[in-house]
């Protein structure tokens, strides 16, 4: 079908028809189109357009005798049109004081409160992807034997977060060795990272130096089986699934199901996620527009965390696609910029 051009007038009610749905949560007659708009434009006409909107796929009527509701793509038409504006006109939010300087100095405890921060200011699910270990600056590192193949790593960043990872080898280490280990890593690559540690440890390192320094040679094949790992792993944090609950009149109980089974498969839930991660402050994906059949029925708001020269995770929120994304853009763009802060890097 060849789209008709939408005239401003079109664009106009569209807007309308739009945010009233997102308010009422039921199909939007030209009466109360009418009524709404407060202008000198007759029920016919208003008609004549919401035909012209429906011919064009940006309205639907889900039964003969009702009015309209937002497509996707109506959807997306609105988001489009009112995106740049929530971000010049947005006021600042009034997070608790103690709620996102996020308890520096534990790292899984930050992505549990961003999680649950986002979830209870859009009444929705709030969800954030942890950074790889591997990529964030540290200030200190220590490795400690825990047993014969196992090294614990303690890495505090260099933002004070604290983490700790159990490593497994096949390698022989004595606590000596990993405290000469310790001590090279430490005076030598401060406000690094361990991706930094490794591979210049198999570039720059001149080979002789590699061959007098075993216990080099045995770490570097030790953190690439940990960055192995690393690799491999996202985890995910979500916050809020029982709110789905609370919206009977947008999910039906099979839905319902579908969904909680979703969120239950968090690796796939994770990919799907890590596949919108780009450098755009906050991405809008509607619907079908997820590519993901078992929650076709909602939307994702999301944004990346970390600086400008890299993104470090994800986070956002899913809800219904009936959301206030006036609200929720602007919330999520907040939240990851205070995140990005908490857990900055020196470079």
Do not use: W
């Amino acid at each position: 079908m060849i789209k008709k051009f939408l005239k401003n007038k079109d664009k106009d009610i569209l807007k309308l028809i739009v945010e009233s749905y997102l308010k009422l949560g039921k199909p939007v007659s030209s009466g109360y189109v009418v009524k709404k708009k407060g202008v000198s434009i007759s029920s016919a006409s208003v008609r004549n357009i919401m035909a012209k909107l429906e011919e064009n796929d940006y309205l639907y009527q889900p039964h003969v005798s009702a009015g309209r509701v937002p497509t996707d793509m109506g959807l997306r038409f609105y988001v489009n049109s009112i995106f740049e504006k929530v971000f010049t006109t947005q006021e600042q939010i009034d997070f608790p004081e103690d709620n996102i300087g996020l308890k520096k100095g534990s790292f899984n405890s930050i992505f549990r409160e961003t999680s649950k921060l986002l979830s209870d200011y859009s009444d929705n699910i709030g969800f954030v992807i942890s950074p790889r270990i591997s990529k964030l600056n540290f200030r200190h590192l220590r490795f400690i034997k825990v047993a014969e193949e196992k090294i614990l790593i303690i890495l505090v960043t260099t933002s004070n977060l604290v983490i700790n990872e159990i490593i497994e080898t096949k390698s022989f280490f004595t606590q000596g060795e990993l405290d000469k280990a310790t001590n090279y890593i430490n005076t030598n690559f401060p406000g690094k990272n361990l991706l930094f540690v490794r591979e210049y440890l198999v570039k720059e390192v001149p080979e002789y130096k590699m061959r007098v320094e075993d216990t080099l040679q045995k770490i570097t094949d030790l953190l690439q089986t940990y960055l192995n790992k690393d690799e491999s792993i996202n985890q995910i944090y979500l916050q809020g699934t029982s709110k789905f609950l609370e919206k009977p009149e947008m999910f039906n109980m099979a839905k319902l199901k579908f969904l909680f089974k979703s969120f239950e498969e968090k690796a796939k839930l994770t990919k799907l996620i890590s596949d919108f991660i780009s450098f755009d402050k906050v991405k809008v994906i509607i619907g079908a527009e997820l590519n993901f059949q078992n929650i076709s029925e909602c939307s994702m708001i999301l944004s990346h965390y970390g600086d400008k020269q890299q993104v470090l995770g994800s986070l956002g929120i899913i809800g219904p696609k009936r959301i206030p994304y006036k609200k929720i853009i602007p919330l999520v763009d907040c939240v990851a910029k205070r995140l990005s802060q908490t857990i900055s890097f020196a470079r």
